[in-house]
Nanobody, 119 residues
């Protein structure tokens, strides 16, 4: 069974940086498009970024484009979300997500990691 375990969340001041990591296990990592979603209090879960199986193709939400970078290390079964120039509105629980290549629905979710940006 595929498992996703996030790490790296925490409290940071506005303008600061955080690096989130998601460790994948229990399956073949390169069969999956990997991504990140987030959910702020009182809001629906929203897409942040995703990365193709090779890492060669990435997509970003408009709200984070230019400030956040997604990457993956297929040798380590890990996907990274580097977040810079953080804003208070980036405060949310961040979830790692795995979609089978060629599909649109998230198949597996991580448990989430809290990111809090203070003003």
């Amino acid at each position: 069974q595929v498992q996703l375990v996030e790490s790296g969340g925490g409290l940071v001041q506005a303008g600061g940086s955080l690096r989130l990591a998601c460790k994948f296990s229990g399956g073949t990592f390169t069969m999956y498009t990997m991504g990140w979603f987030r959910q702020a209090p009182g809001k629906e879960r929203e897409f942040v970024a995703d990365c193709s199986w090779s890492g060669g193709s990435t997509r970003y939400a408009d709200s984070v484009n230019g400030r956040i970078t997604i990457s993956r290390d297929n040798a380590k079964n890990t996907v990274i979300l580097q977040m810079n120039s953080l804003k208070p509105e980036d405060t949310a629980v961040y979830y790692c997500a795995a979609k089978i290549r060629g599909t649109t629905e998230v198949r597996y979710w991580g448990q989430g990691t809290q990111v809090t940006v203070s003003s």
